[in-house]
């Protein structure tokens, strides 16, 4: 009987935590060899007995190493997992487990999104059961230069999706690694970096690839000319009042509107807060996805020609500009 062997693996890269020391500890640490020399050369040239020379020797070394090391740990923070490449696919290891994000072969997207200093940003692998965030978290100045080639798409996280999806503990590649992960997806899938997957509640899916904007079973294209708008609604029921984002779509006889929660938004925590909110669009318009893919998907609209202005059917969706 033949063994079966595991695919070698292509690539194993480290998601480490946030360092947790502030800049002044940092700074510090920075100084820990000139402070040592210093505090040598002075018990050096002060009159004191062979015995206590060689104590406040051991004292400074003892001490220096550990500033050493300490400093060694806060370049490297914690490891938390790996991101692993393989025959197989893509998939996290953490803690002793492993969570497989996608197979090669299946359909799934990679979207890369940043905040606006493009500091943090993540990776989100996006399929038909499920969406992944891989974090990403600028280590160095040396860094940077490695996030300016990665974030080349407008900003697309608030601070508060940032925060949802950064968690300190949970770990966060280099701009650097991120780049040779999205490097090795390009080379097995290069269609995957401009595909985005998901699915509503109800399970059809909303998928962005190449030209196209599927909702289940609607289809747009993005080389036609088309209208879109996005705007604000208020979802309320007896007890609660949500805030809804939305993006309203039509090209000829085709329309839909996307939405999502906006209650994480900062300034607009509750409905009363929204100060002219549109009338919530017709339910069987409407199609949920995840509100971290509104920005991109909004983006690919926009390069989309528009269509001339025309009067549209008491049906249809009249959203007005966001407030």
């Known amino acids: 009987m033949k063994s079966v062997r595991a695919k070698p693996e292509l690539l194993r890269l480290p998601l480490r935590g946030a360092a947790a020391a502030p800049s002044g500890a940092r700074r510090g640490l920075a100084k820990a060899d000139w ?12 009159p004191m007995p062979l015995g ?4 406040g020797v051991v004292v400074i070394a003892v001490a220096w190493a550990m500033a050493l090391a300490l400093r060694a740990r806060l370049r ?21 487990e492993v969570t497989r994000f996608t197979a090669w072969g299946a359909q799934f997207g990679v979207a890369v999104l940043s905040n606006e200093p493009r500091d943090l940003g993540v990776l989100a692998i996006t399929t038909k059961d499920a969406t992944r965030y891989v974090p990403v978290r600028v280590t160095s100045e040396d860094d940077r230069a490695a996030a300016r080639d990665l ?9 508060v999706d940032v925060r949802h999806v950064t ?28 595909r985005i997957v998901l699915s509503d509640p109800r399970g059809a899916l909303v998928v962005l690839e190449g030209d196209e ?23 309320s029921t007896e007890t609660v009042a949500s805030v809804v984002q939305a993006t309203w779509v039509r090209q000829a006889g085709v329309e839909v509107v996307l939405v999502a929660d906006a209650s994480r938004e900062s300034n607009h925590p509750r409905g009363a807060r929204v100060s002219h909110p549109d009338a919530p669009p017709p339910i069987e318009l409407r199609m949920a996805i995840e509100r971290l893919f509104m920005a991109p998907l909004r983006h690919a609209l926009d390069r989309a020609p528009r269509a001339s202005r025309a009067p549209a059917p008491i049906a249809s969706v009249h959203p007005r500009a966001p407030t």
């Not at 974030?151 to 601070?159: D, I, K, Q, S």
């Open 213 to 235: 904007l599927r909702a289940g079973d609607r289809v747009i294209d993005l080389t036609s000319p088309l209208e879109w708008r996005a705007f604000l609604f208020v979802e």
């Open 167 to 194: 968690r300190d503990d949970a770990g966060a590649l280099s701009a650097e690694d991120a780049l040779r992960l999205v490097s090795a997806i390009r080379a097995r899938d290069p269609s995957a970096l401009d």
């Open 35 to 46: 402070v040592a020399a210093v505090l040598v050369t002075l018990i050096a040239l002060v």
């Open 151 to 159: 974030f080349v798409r407008p900003a697309a996280l608030t601070e």
């Open 52 to 55: 206590v020379h060689v104590g």
């Open 76 to 96: 490297h923070p914690e490891l938390t997992g790996w991101i692993v490449v393989d025959g197989d696919g893509l998939a996290r290891e953490r803690a002793g």
